[in-house]
């Protein structure tokens, strides 16, 4: 049953037709008395709770009632509805548990999808089945790994995928957020879709609007024809945007709009599109704390996080490490037309021990640099020692390009001074030419801990 709340009857009469065609049953209320009387009676599945009651228009009324409703009813969904919306109401809501927040007027497939969507997460089943029962429900071909934490990542994004909620994708560089939100596509019901790539950080604020939205033909100097954007491209599919941390405030404000209202305008254009698209996220940043420090929207993170998915570090699911390495090992055998190509028992052991901040993105490139430099069909653990990087070089040279991230060279770098100058802060900040400070930042974001006591006491201080 879906419980509708509004006082006005037109509003009522209008969602009830709507609903009861896409098959519900429904109950209406006019306000706070009469939705408790029908709570009485009966429990409803999903709550369509609208925000003014009076003619005060500051949504108060909607939101002590959502409080009162999450309180006797904390697992049943509750999507808020209202015609005086605004942004610090949205965030009200949503931090006082409701679902989603709709404003009027309302698109019609899209507020049914609302109500499917909370209709689904509610109902998903909380158990996480076994590696192999997995595999049986969904397409994770590409996904490798059995660590408990995987697979309840991979439970979770199979219960998530069929419906439409917008889901944040957050761990290390490297971890494989790309693999699961294409996996979040491919066993959803829009698979047979496009699924619109989109990396944020590679964008500037500039192309932003052009390369999400698009441009008609004369929009700016270089527009010399029409561009269809990002978004209409993924229309009826998702779209991934990777990096979303990265986005500067303006293209935010820009972003939510089309996450709220599912409309935009390509550059250029006075005329509004409409587009249906599933919205999956990810970063490498902490959005949590950049929204305490008012560097990336609340509004458009409570949009983008109604399921976040974390991935932990290699490190933190250290025996997968030899089902990865096998895995690299058996596609790079028809590559290089190496057949007889494998990885002896005590190597993989020896890869175990690696210290990885790249992640699965470092291990595969460790595992192809070997096996293209090795005669040997069994790699061993010297095969693989031979060639990595070497701790400190004698000649300085830089990695080829695409084989690690700035973010790796950093780390590493870091982890090299700190070892030539027996951790000590002042000589290594000198000769990484920053102030101590700026390493201490360095410091507590790869997790490097700090053995001279002085040191660790400054480095303390600056943390808390």
């Keep these: 049953m879906l419980l509708i709340i509004d006082d006005d009857i037109a509003i009522q009469t209008s969602l009830s037709l709507l609903f009861r065609k896409e098959g519900f049953a429904v109950r209406l209320a006019d306000g706070p008395f009469e939705t408790f009387d029908v709570l009485a009676e009966e429990t409803p599945e999903v709550i369509l709770l609208d925000m003014n009651f009076s003619i005060d228009t500051s949504g108060d009324d909607g939101l002590r009632l ?196 599912r409309t935009f305008e390509p550059l250029g254009s006075s005329k509004s599109k409409t587009v249906d698209v599933r919205v999956i996220c990810a970063t490498n940043r902490n959005l949590e704390e950049m929204v305490g420090k008012g560097q990336f929207r609340e509004d458009l993170y409570y949009r983008i996080n109604l399921i976040t998915v974390r991935l932990p570090s290699l490190r933190e699911r250290s025996g997968d490490i030899p089902l990865l390495v096998n895995y690299f090992v058996n596609n790079l055998k028809t590559i290089y037309n190496r057949p007889d190509l494998r990885v002896s028992s005590a190597a993989q052991k020896w890869l175990k021990n690696l210290t990885l901040p790249g992640n699965i993105r470092q291990l595969k490139n460790i595992v192809e640099r070997t096996v293209l430099l090795s005669p040997n069909d069994e790699l061993q653990s010297d095969d693989f020692e031979r060639n990595l990087p070497q701790t400190l070089p004698s000649t300085p040279t830089l990695p080829q390009v695409g084989t690690m991230t700035l973010e790796e060279m950093e780390y590493q770098m870091i982890q090299r001074a700190m070892t030539y100058h027996h951790n000590q802060v002042a000589k290594v900040a000198r000769a990484l030419g920053i102030t101590r400070f700026a390493l201490y930042r360095r410091l507590e974001k790869f997790g490097i801990s700090l053995t001279d006591t002085s040191d660790r006491q400054d480095f303390d201080d600056f943390t808390n």
């Design 66 to 261: 959502l409080r009162r409703i999450r309180e006797r009813l904390p697992n049943v969904p509750v999507i808020l509805i209202t015609g005086w919306g605004s942004i610090d109401l949205a965030v009200e809501g949503m931090k006082a548990g409701a679902r989603d927040f709709i404003t009027k007027p309302w698109q019609n497939d899209h507020l049914v999808q609302s109500v499917r969507t909370a209709l689904n997460l509610a109902q998903l089943p909380t158990t996480s089945p076994g590696r192999r029962k997995l595999d049986q429900q969904f397409q994770f071909d590409n996904i490798i790994g059995e660590d408990a934490t995987l697979l309840n990542i991979l439970s979770t994004i199979g219960r998530v995928a069929p419906t439409d909620a917008p889901v944040l994708i957050t761990g290390e560089s490297g971890t494989g957020k790309e693999l699961i939100a294409e996996a979040i596509h491919h066993n959803s019901r829009r698979k047979r879709q496009p699924f619109v790539k989109v990396n944020l950080g590679g964008i500037s604020s500039t192309l932003f609007e052009s390369e999400l939205f698009g441009h008609v033909r004369g929009a700016y100097t270089d527009a010399k024809t029409d561009r269809v954007g990002r978004f209409e491209l993924a229309n009826k599919g998702s779209i991934f945007l990777d990096e979303i941390g990265d986005l500067d405030p303006g293209s935010q404000v820009k972003l939510l709009r089309v996450l709220q209202d």
